[in-house]
């Protein structure tokens, strides 16, 4: 065992000598070995990826080993509507609102906010609103799987055949979230029917300008119920001329009639013309019932409507009616006359008897004085003449005549030193012609649409010229305009007027009160114009001059005729004067 041990040592020592003698055979010195210095560079990188390699382990045994098991889906968080698929406009209805958190994890600042329709008036729910508006509700946190439900009651509003939506928002954050999502939700209702019905009553076919009565009835459904805050609204459209109606309509609309309750049945009766024109053979009127249920609001709601539908028959009876030529609108000063003619004609085969003619006049007026002057009108029939008051500033006159068939007569308008337009509230006149006569036994009553007759400001021009030779012997023209206006504002005032002749415009003789005058010497044309000219008792003057430098004795006329527009403040019209210069012969 020794011997083998010794052995060993003997092949370790020669394969040492083997390794660390030098080249000739002999051993180095030991003593002088020396240790080299490790890299302390080497030894931070090794270290640095070490701890890389370290972390990175740690990061994915996180990843792998203690990743939660949570997917999280906004669509498992839903809000949804319920209620009646149809209902009766004014009906109270139910909502129920559902929410539901699909997730296995909670949500937080949970909150339901609702639009509702615009006629929807809320009354109650199964739990209390968070704010005044009854539109909001803080849900707080809701659990993993956590579900709810809102009844919301309240009387929806809405038009007749209309589609009304109720929209439900769900605002929340995921707890392993910081962002907030959001689900909606949408109930839809359709107004399929009415509390209340509308029936017209009234013949399928008439004569044009004849006398027509329409009955318009509205019928509560529900017998045992009241609506309140109806009104029933007509569009008469160009057609239809409205003489009479019971009851009454509203003061603020003629076609309106207002009805704070209804119960069971109201009829409304309006009796009328229709326009006379040959292109016509059927007519349509409209009505509808609207409801203005919500206090504080004027949206309103429509609840029911009808169209009557009416037929011409051949009119043989064709009355011509007109007011200074025109038959349907015009416009007078203070002080003009109303030249007023009507033609009655037969052009059928039978004959009409017992014809009471009558022109109704219902015109302005001021402490219950028309101002129409019906002390000075010019009728040679000499009929009576009835006036009565219709209202605190309309007055109505009546002339009629019996058995006559043609009828023209003058009566003026009151000027304004007899009547100051200033004075009165309203400028219209409306003018109707009634025809009663009888035909094969029959009463017939024709009445015709109205001429409305439109009272502007007392806007006016005088013009005066003088003629005076100068120093040098040559004529020379003083031309003095005066432009009246009392009663309106008058806008955008504007005058045209020529010169002719050889003539010398005198610059420095013009002098204008309001406005600016322009001359043009090529054309000679004198264009003055005003923003406005204001009602006051003083006139605007325009003064001017010019020299006649050569005389024609075939000239009549140095100034043309003189044209003044503008447009009345209070009635919206335009108004044109002419007037021509005096002593405008040379």
Partial sequence: MVKKKTKIKEEVSEQLVEIYKNKDGSLPNMSHFEKRKSSRTLRAFFVFLFSCLFL???VMAGIFFFK???????????????????????????????????????????KILVNYPAGFIFKESSVPASND?????????????ENGFIDVYGTLYGDLGAEESLRVFLNYTPANFSSEFQAVGVGKVSIGESPVAL??????????????????????RDPSSSLQNLALIIDPGAGFTQKTTNPASDNFGAWTWTIPTLKGEKS?????????????????????????????????????????????????????FTINGASDALSVSPGDDLHVAFNIKNNSSTVLSNIRSSVTFDAPSFQDKSILNWAKIDDKNKNTITGMQVGTDIRRGLIAWENLTQIAFTLPVKSAAEAPLANFKENTIHATLSVQYTQDGVVHTFVSPPIDVTINSDFALHSNIEKQANAAGK???????????????????????????????????LSVSTGVLTFEPKEKKILWKAEKIPASS??????????RKSYNPTQTQLISKIQLTGKDAVTGKDVIVFASATSNTP
């Fill in 56 to 58: 990175a382990a740690v």
């Fill in 133 to 145: 508006k009854n539109n909001e509700w803080d849900l707080g946190t809701l659990k993993a799987q």
């Fill in 538 to 547: 003083k006139p605007v003057e325009i003064k001017f001059s010019f020299l």
């Fill in 268 to 320: 409304i009766t309006v009796t009328g013309a229709f326009a006379a024109a040959p292109e016509l053979t059927d007519y349509t009127l409209k009505a509808k019932v609207v409801s203005t249920p919500i206090a504080g609001q004027q949206k309103t709601f429509i609840l029911a409507q009808k169209d009557y539908h009416v037929s011409f028959e051949q009119n043989q009876f064709a009355p011509e």
């Fill in 475 to 509: 004529d020379q023209f003083f031309v003095t305009w005066k432009i009246q206006n009392t009663a309106h504002e008058i806008q955008n005032a504007v005058l045209n007027a020529e010169l002719y002749g050889d003539l010398d415009w005198q610059k420095d003789a």
């Fill in 68 to 110: 939660p098991h949570v997917n999280f889906s906004k669509d498992s968080v839903t809000v949804s509507v319920t209620g009646e698929d149809n209902i009766t406009s004014g009906q109270v209805t139910h909502y129920r609102i559902r929410y539901h958190n699909g997730e296995d994890v909670p949500v937080t600042k949970a």
């Fill in 199 to 220: 029936s017209i009553t009234a013949p399928s076919t008439t004569v044009a300008g004849a006398l027509t009565s329409i009955v318009f009835t509205l019928t509560v």
